[in-house]
């Protein structure tokens, strides 16, 4: 017998992180993108645009409890989760088609990601292709570089802020497709990113490659916005970064740090690797429309 599904909203991101926590925990490294964005909801920063309206926050449920979970900032994607009944991601794309929303595309686990974009092209008779492919990454232990940069890690102090926002640009004008970035939404996050000090750079002299880490899940940190001018690349800096701030995340009392890496890019993956990371799951996103 096919279990009913139920699809809720809710609009309070503390009482919606109790309500799908355990569930997303189960698979926390794929879900390390949803904790981060639920964390920032909770502390009130503004994910998405404040012009694009509110965030949506969406689960599937059966009488078994949740099935699957879905979060918009509009106008960036959805996330979505891995989902306990294939059914479950047809029936969260029904519940927000009868939003009205705006969706520029989806991304989460490989399989789920691939269901929501064909349900949601189907309910809204638009195309949709695969944008991106990631792979995720898991670390419990670091491994030194082999080949250790000259120089040291330090958290990004107030006055980096203009550096790291136009790299947080340009590392989003090379390794997203959406266009060129909204610089002003760049100086943003970088002034959210150094207030918390969890934006950090690699100086050799001067600042040369920068690292961050999002808001952690219950047992990780998450690492991202690996970016090295083109200019200083091949010195080593990224993994020395990478791994440098992931001890120092383990150092802290996490069990884990994740991180996602285009698969596309055969470098940044073997240097993962190299000092420690693992491969544990896939992670698409899709594009609707042309």
Known sequence: MTPELRFNLLEDPD???????????????????????????????AYGAASAGGPVLALVEDDAGVTAVGVCTPPRNLVISRARLPQAV?????????????????????????????????????????????????????????????????????????????WIADFNDEALEDGVSDRTAALRMARDLVSRRSVYLWEDGKPVSMVATGRPSPNGGRV????????????????????????????GGLQCCFLFADVTNPTPNHIYRQIGYEPVAFFDEYRFGV
């Open 15 to 45: 009482e919606f992180a109790d309500r799908v926590g355990d569930f997303l925990l189960v698979h926390e490294a794929e879900h390390s993108l949803l904790f981060g964005i639920l964390s920032n909801l909770s502390s009130g920063w």
């Open 90 to 166: 047809g029936a969260l794309a029904g519940g927000l088609s009868g939003l009205r929303l705006h969706l520029p595309g989806v991304s989460g686990p490989t399989a789920e990601a691939q269901l929501f974009a064909a349900s949601w092209a189907r309910l809204h008779v638009e195309p949709f292709r695969r944008s991106m492919a990631l792979q995720v990454y898991r670390a419990s232990a670091i491994n030194p570089p082999q080949h250790p940069a000259s120089g040291f890690l330090r958290a990004a102090e107030p006055a980096d802020t203009e550096l790291v926002a136009g």
């Open 224 to 251: 991202y916005a690996v970016y090295t001018p083109p200019e200083r690349r091949r010195n080593g800096y990224a993994s020395s970064s990478v791994a440098a701030l992931s001890k120092v995340l383990l150092d």
